[in-house]
T-cell receptor, first 108, second 112 residues
């Protein structure tokens, strides 16, 4: 089945710093989403982005489907950005796969 | 609040028992998905229903089963529970197949 990798596995930032999280996938996908899992376990939708670029406030994402990767940019990070960031894909065989996540800690 | 509801929030039970987790999708959504999140295996897709019919199957054990009812709510049944079944179980819904999924708050299952 499709493989999903995320990097880096862990990231520690000072408040106000910028960061880029990466998601690589091994096959063509027709669905890609980014989620933030907060410290209380809630999974929050960030972007539905099978291709192209989207922005929402301090966050933006780009997916280059032909090269099988997606990037999540976080600018001017805040302590509330802490948590785990997952990318999840669905391939054309209807398989849903989550990446292992990037654990982000933003220090005050 | 995503609009997806799950009950109960917490469940503590013993090995060998059977439990039922319930999910109500967002209003108008036809697809329901179930996921298991454990410390050692991460987030794993279990099964998807679309308008009452099973549409996709992931790493769901034979001891687990699910269904989606005519009112579109779904139940996940876990039987012969083992310690390793302790996990956070999420339900998600989407308007159609392959669309953006919205997750419920999860049910935390502890098997003692």
């Amino acid at each position: 089945g499709i493989q999903v990798e995320q990097s880096p596995p862990d990231l520690i930032l000072q408040e106000g710093a910028n960061s880029t999280l990466r998601c690589n996938f091994s096959d063509s996908v027709n669905n890609l989403q980014w989620f933030h899992q907060n410290p209380w376990g809630q999974l929050i939708n960030l972007f539905y982005i099978p291709s192209g670029t989207k922005q929402n406030g301090r966050l933006s994402a780009t997916t280059v489907a032909t090269e099988r990767y997606s990037l999540l940019y976080i600018s001017s990070s805040q302590t509330t950005d802490s948590g785990v960031y997952f990318c999840a894909v669905r391939d054309y065989g209807q398989n849903f796969v989550f990446g292992p996540g990037t654990r982000l800690s933003v220090l005050p | 609040d995503s609009g997806v509801t799950q009950t109960p929030k917490h469940l503590i039970t013993a090995t060998g028992q059977r439990v039922t987790l319930r999910c109500s999708p967002r209003s108008g959504d036809l697809s329901v998905y179930w996921y298991q999140q454990s410390l050692d295996q991460g987030l794993q897709f279990l099964i998807q229903y679309y308008n009452g019919e099973e549409r996709a199957k992931g790493n769901i054990l034979e001891r687990f089963s699910a269904q989606q009812f005519p009112d579109l709510h779904s139940e996940l049944n876990l039987s012969s529970l083992e310690l390793g079944d302790s996990a956070l179980y999420f339900c998600a819904s989407s308007p159609r197949l392959g669309n953006e999924q919205f997750f419920g708050p999860g049910t935390r299952l502890t098997v003692l």
